[in-house]
């Protein structure tokens, strides 16, 4: 077994380092899909963010707590219940997107909105009060005052999203159930609903070892990226000297 | 002109149950430095807030340029006609220059102006050549400089600044006195300012309000306040540490003579014979000589045991023991030249009309 790993790891690397077509049709629409979701949910989520957290209303801290709740949300769960939406009876299927790419990105947005809602409120909530004090005497109006909050607040918002991407890339259950696993027709990326996660779970199940362990390396290396990339900003490394210029 | 800038009546804030401004009515006349003072936590900052229109006041009535302020409608347009300096600088992630520019760009000015604008407001608090810095680099100092140019960039006709330069090292605090003088004069600006220093408050305003505990109990000039404080609280609070509870004697046409502890003090007052009264006179309104025959149109004149000498700064606190116990200001040279110390045998005097005369409850 141990050779077996160890032969896995070399031809594992071996696929990588040849771009096998599959492992590269693979990647790429993952983070088609994955980019996307957390782009789209990212636009949304933002602004919502801010509107919860600059308007009060009845029921607000309810709203939080579920928001809240939300991060937990199963992905299996979320997939159930789209899956039951889009299918044909359902009534979102006049959408048709049921084992599509698009139907994945909804799933996605899906676990990811309440993170980034959440986590913009909490960014906002964290700035000094003394700021937003500032900000209502220079004489802005609530729109502007919002803004200069979600500037105030662009790290940990960045941060947000990135946490974002790292749940949207890293489920399997909603993929599997709305995606279906498909694979895609040679040189048609969309046509296929076969993401990193998904093909991980299918060939390790088939015992295809070698191709599992090169997507799961990759994951692996997508993940590190975020995270190093979330640190950076957390630090503001990334952005000190541009903004010092 | 003498219209006012500001009047409140009633003005009350609660924060949960409780009171942080209660029963607070005065008036800031157009033009003039209006210094708040009161001890920390006794609502200056709570005040200044409600009056800048970023709090919304409990209870009362609030009246700014003329305009009934708690009309939510006329809020947003008063609020631009004003600035406040907090005690902590904000400091927002941007450069030097964007900072400053900030109000002027909720106001939608065109670049060029802003650009002018920001670039005579550096000069003003001299912060020249600074513009491109990222905010973040600058010290105390310069912060609360750039902080006070964002302030007044926008032109405000009303200037609120909250303690401006407790946080700052003498020089940077000098620095922002001088600017807030000069915007005073210059541009006719409205200007009220906290703090808890009273050689600030002497320094720069033309009349003062002492905040105690959320309420407001005396409005004067600084005269009135250091010399005629309205309650031993605000005499303790303004540095007159002589007060001594005493009963009039006889008071011939204003001129009267209050027993405290069994020692005859000559004071000037309205007050009629039995009447319990409270004398408060400042330290440096007592005279300290070594020899009795020193001429002196004081009335009262004592004379002591040199009981304790506190040092502050060039001055020394010299208490004396008279029957009851005299604090006399003097400066450290002449503490020196008149060989003072403790033990030592001293005369007091201080005039009559130096005493400020209040009756007890």
């Not at chain 1, 308007?55 to 607000?60: A, C, E, V």
């Not at chain 2, 964002?150 to 330069?165: K, M, N, Q, Y």
């Not at chain 2, 003498?170 to 600017?179: C, H, L, N, Q």
Request: charged share 15%; with cysteine; glycine share 8%.
């Amino acid at each position: 077994m141990v050779y077996e790993i160890i032969d896995g790891f070399v031809q594992a690397i071996q696929l990588i380092v040849s771009l096998n077509p599959e492992v590269v049709t693979i990647t790429v629409l993952t983070l088609i899909v994955s980019l996307t979701s957390t782009f789209l949910s990212a636009i949304i989520s933002v602004p919502a963010g801010a509107y919860i957290y600059a308007h009060d209303f009845f029921g607000k801290r309810l709203v939080i707590n579920i928001i809240q709740t939300l991060y937990a949300l199963p992905t299996v769960l979320a997939g159930l219940l789209l899956f039951l939406f889009l299918s044909h009876q359902g009534p979102l299927g006049f959408l048709d997107f049921l084992f599509t790419p698009q139907g994945m990105i909804l799933a996605q947005m899906i676990l990811v909105t309440p993170l980034i809602i959440g986590l913009t409120i909490s960014a906002l909530s964290g700035i000094d009060k003394d700021m937003r004090h500032s900000i209502i005497s220079l004489g802005a109006t609530k729109f502007q005052a919002i803004v200069t909050l979600i500037q105030e607040a662009r790290f940990a918002i960045l941060a947000a999203v990135i946490l974002g991407f790292g749940r949207a890339i890293s489920e399997v259950g909603a993929a599997m159930i709305i995606g279906g696993n498909i694979r895609a027709f040679p040189g048609d990326i969309l046509s296929g609903t076969r993401v990193l996660t998904t093909a991980i779970s299918l060939e390790t199940s088939q015992g295809d070892f070698p191709l599992a362990i090169a997507l799961g390396l990759i994951l692996l290396g997508v993940a590190i990226v975020v995270n190093v990339g979330l640190n950076m900003i957390q630090s503001g490394s990334l952005w000190k000297n541009s903004w010092n210029s | 002109m003498s219209t006012s800038a500001i009047e409140t009546h009633a003005l009350l804030k609660k924060y949960d149950e409780r009171d942080v401004i209660r029963d607070v009515s005065f008036s800031i006349r157009s033009g003039e430095i209006f210094g708040i003072i009161g001890p920390s936590g006794s609502g200056k900052s709570t005040l200044l807030r409600l009056l800048d229109l970023i709090e919304q006041p409990t209870g009362g009535r609030l009246t700014i340029l003329g305009t009934d302020a708690l009309v939510p409608d006329a809020k947003f347009l008063l609020r631009r006609r004003m600035a406040l300096l907090s005690q902590k600088p904000v400091i927002f992630s941007r450069s030097v220059f964007d900072n400053i520019a900030i109000g002027m760009e909720y106001r939608k000015k065109v670049k060029s102006e802003i650009s002018r604008a920001v670039t005579e407001a550096l000069d003003a608090v001299g912060l020249a050549g600074y513009g491109k810095r990222s905010a973040r680099t600058l010290s105390g100092g310069e912060a609360q400089r750039m902080a006070l140019a964002r302030a007044v960039v926008i032109d405000p006709e009303i200037l609120f600044l909250d303690e401006p330069t407790t946080n700052l090292d003498p020089i940077s605090a000098e620095r922002i006195d001088d600017i807030i003088i000069r915007l005073n004069r210059e541009k006719e600006m409205t200007v009220v300012i906290s703090t808890h220093d009273m050689i600030q408050g002497q320094h720069l305003a033309d009349r003062i309000g002492v905040i105690m505990d959320g309420a407001l109990p005396q409005v004067g000039t600084t005269k009135e306040i250091f010399h005629q404080p309205t309650t031993t609280n605000i005499a303790r609070f303004v540095g007159v540490k002589n007060m001594y509870s005493g009963v009039i004697t006889e008071n011939h046409g204003g001129e009267a003579i209050v027993d405290v502890a069994g020692i005859h003090i000559a004071a000037v007052t309205p007050f009629h014979p039995q009447t319990k009264v409270t004398l408060l006179f400042r330290p440096e309104d007592v005279t300290l000589h070594m020899e009795q025959s020193v001429k002196t149109s004081a009335r009262n004149v004592f004379s002591g045991i040199i009981k304790k000498m506190i040092p502050s700064g060039p001055f020394v606190d010299v208490i004396v023991d008279c029957g009851i116990d005299l604090t006399a200001l003097v400066t450290i040279q002449s503490s020196e030249d008149l060989g003072l110390a403790r033990g030592v045998k001293c005369w007091v005097s201080f005039k009559a009309t130096a005493i400020h005369v209040i009756e007890e409850q």
